[in-house]
């Protein structure tokens, strides 16, 4: 009988090691070091995951729900961590739902940032057909300018989107600009979020952050003690629009545990 390979996912880290860990996943053709100014404020070891096809990890399939699970949960067995709080923007969110429903005692709590547990298909399909196409930019500025543009951000400050490009854009050999993410794994993403599947967790303590202007429906969201509901008033990428109001969420939420 064959033994499976480990899929170590690529890290960063910040903080001490005092405390349960935290560790961060990022949405859709993301990166780990999105949550570099978010762990500067918590005293306990964060971890930021690139995952599978983003970022500096393995860009190899398959990429399906499975995949993704068991690629953070050998992660976390690399890094010595039993059990963390998780922490998830977006596909993040639902990956750190899902995780609760398949292995709760890995998950001491959930922080789940405008969590993309379930999207409508009619809306997945022409987000997951817009990555069939290169996207290349002539410059770090014309990005920026791209993603000013484009109607998803609403008070992101420029400085954040300028250390973005700095951190995720790469040129290549024709001299155009392209986020480091696989296509064919960021459209995998968007049709794991096209199927239904863990809901807001109901088992562990959990934080959920929604963006009152996001485009990614609120999850149906129990009135139970295990869970907070935070909302502040950008859109979707919480951390970028309302980085202050969702720090002071999170942080006051650990500091509660």
Do not use: K
């Amino acid at each position: 009988m064959g033994v499976a390979a480990l899929t170590v996912l690529t890290t960063r880290e910040w903080g001490s090691g005092y405390g349960t860990p935290v560790i961060c996943l990022h949405g859709v053709t993301g990166h780990g070091g999105r949550f570099a100014q978010l762990a500067a404020l918590i005293d306990r070891r964060v971890v930021g995951v690139d995952l599978l096809g983003h970022g500096y990890s393995s860009w190899d399939p398959p990429w399906d729900l499975d995949a993704h699970l068991d690629a953070l949960v050998e992660t976390a067995g690399a890094l010595g961590i039993d059990q963390a709080v998780w922490v998830g923007h977006s596909f993040g969110g639902r990956l750190v739902a899902e995780l609760v429903a398949r292995d709760p005692d890995r998950v001491a709590a959930a922080v789940l940032l405008d969590p993309a547990l379930y999207i409508d298909p009619t809306v997945v399909r022409p987000r997951a057909e817009g990555l069939c196409t290169d996207t290349s930019f002539g410059s770090p500025n014309e990005a920026i300018e791209a993603r000013l543009s484009d109607g998803s951000v609403f008070t992101t400050p420029r400085d954040i989107l300028e250390e973005e490009m700095v951190e995720h854009l790469t040129e290549g050999i024709d001299g155009r600009w392209r986020f480091r993410f696989s296509s064919p794994a960021a459209i995998g993403a968007w049709s794991i979020m096209s199927r239904r599947g863990a809901g807001v967790p109901t088992t562990v303590p959990t934080l959920v952050v929604l963006g009152e202007r996001s485009w990614i429906s609120a999850p149906p969201t129990p009135r139970i003690a295990t869970i907070h509901v935070v909302n502040v008033p950008g859109g979707h990428s919480v951390l970028w629009d309302d980085f202050d109001q969702t720090a002071n969420a999170v942080t006051a939420f650990l500091e509660s545990l």
